[in-house]
């Protein structure tokens, strides 16, 4: 998978792996933000909800658990960005 990204300088080629790497990057730098303590709650909240489900839990690998967060975390984006939410700690 190939990602092209167009800049004021020029376009970007990224590999899946380079932009993972790049993502990652990011999430290393600000694990100590805010953001950083809400995606803790939201994952122990997410891990709770699951564990709570015995027959998804037990049939669920470690494959289905992790595309179960990320994606939860892509619509959790959608959700920050197309409204107009504020967040209270």
Do not use: C, P
């Amino acid at each position: 998978m190939q990602f092209k990204i167009s800049t004021a300088e020029g376009e970007l080629n990224l590999k899946l792996e380079d932009l993972l790497v790049q993502i990652l990057n990011q999430v290393f730098e600000s694990s100590d933000s805010d953001l950083s303590k809400q995606v803790d709650i939201i994952i122990k909240s997410l891990d709770k909800m699951i564990s709570s489900f015995d027959d998804l839990r037990l049939d669920s690998s470690l494959k289905q658990t992790l595309s179960i967060y990320f994606l939860a975390g892509y619509y959790y984006k959608i959700f920050m960005i197309k409204n107009n939410v504020t967040t209270e700690s």
